[in-house]
């Protein structure tokens, strides 16, 4: 009934309108997404990974803290041996390099390459952004199944999408990409490669677990690494039966025709006394990750593979020692593959 009531508003009034107004818009609650023009975006809009930490370890090496959404929202370290000119602050000219991702074992972690071998000294590397990312004592470079619940760890979504991401975003890596492993990161070097098509352009595996379905002594010899630290073993992939079809896709053997178009290095001693062992040493683990790795090979050679370099060393045990001499020895090709040192 007021509808035809001309309003007038008077100079007290307006002003207090205007004031409301004001508090109005400060106060309203924002998009969530929301971004403002020309500002970076928030992590808040952004779930995943986020860096919570940066500390220089050493020159050229960098410590990434990430909290990470696929491990339940823990947080985990990532080394980064940088090249040379590596500056991630200067966003406005910042470089992509070619990325080298080294993958650690079983009961090791992210700085173990850094600790146990030469990789910082050497100068091959000076034109590359190294990655060494937190894998889990005994991960398996897999999403876990969980009794088909899945979730918390799911590694292989950190590593593939989260970290990728989050490192090629804001800390200088390039997608011109290569995986290299040892042991169990052998093994994820070479399923990240296969189940991920594209992502890698090469793949080298040190003693690696290289087809853990080989036979009874292999998947009981993973069982038991899986039930490591009074972990549930059927936690990993499941039971090697009843999940059948997981085992399978997370063994380097029953993925090798998508291994058939990149560059393969695979390396592994026989378990013996080697000439970098001490007097009398032996690994059983060596002679069964041999004999998976002859596996692959002539797998890969059945489905056509193209590209693929074995050094089956003959005696020589499951060491640092030499997976240090079979990572220089692969980086001709690794490096061959992202174009660098042409």
């Excluded at 804001?170 to 098509?197: I, K, T």
Aim: net charge negative; proline share 6%; glycine share 10%.
């Amino acid at each position: 009934m007021f509808a035809n009531v001309p309003t007038v508003l008077t100079p007290l009034r307006a002003r207090l309108l205007l004031v409301l107004a004001v508090l109005l818009a400060v106060l309203a609650p924002t998009s969530p997404g929301a971004v403002a023009a020309g500002e970076p975006e928030t992590n808040a809009a952004r779930p995943g990974a986020e860096v919570v930490a940066v500390t220089r370890v050493a020159d050229r090496q960098v410590d990434l803290s990430v909290r990470s959404t696929a491990l339940g929202g823990r947080t985990v370290d990532v080394r980064l041996l940088t090249p040379d000119g590596w500056n991630p602050n200067d966003r406005r000219h910042q470089q992509h390099w070619p990325t080298l991702w080294l993958l650690h074992g079983c009961c090791g972690d992210y700085t173990s390459w850094t600790s146990m071998t030469d990789v910082a000294e050497t100068d091959s590397l000076r034109d590359v952004l190294v990655v060494m990312p937190e894998a889990g004592w005994n991960g398996w470079y897999s999403d876990w199944w969980n009794h088909g619940q899945g979730g918390d760890p799911a590694w292989e979504t950190f590593h593939t999408k989260e970290l990728r991401h989050l490192l090629e975003r804001d800390w200088g890596a390039g997608s011109n990409r290569v995986v290299a492993g040892l042991s169990m990161g052998g093994q994820g070097a070479l399923l990240y490669a296969a189940r991920h098509p594209g992502m890698f352009k090469a793949t080298a595996a040190f003693s690696g677990s290289a087809h853990p379905l080989l036979n009874e002594e292999s998947v009981d010899r993973i069982m038991g690494f899986f039930a490591g630290q009074d972990n549930d073993p059927l936690r990993v992939w499941g039971d090697p039966v009843a999940q059948r079809r997981i085992w399978q896709a997370h063994d380097p053997f029953h993925l090798a025709k998508r291994l058939r178009s990149i560059p393969v290095y695979l390396s592994c001693g026989d378990g013996t006394t080697g000439p970098l062992d001490p007097p009398g040493a032996t690994s059983a683990l060596e002679a069964d990750f041999n004999r998976q790795n002859h596996a692959l090979a002539a797998e890969l050679e059945r489905v056509g593979a193209r590209h693929v370099t074995t050094n089956f060393y003959g005696p020589g045990t499951h060491g640092w020692a030499y997976w240090e001499r079979e990572l220089h020895a692969s980086l001709p090709m690794l490096l061959g593959a992202l174009g660098v040192g042409d």
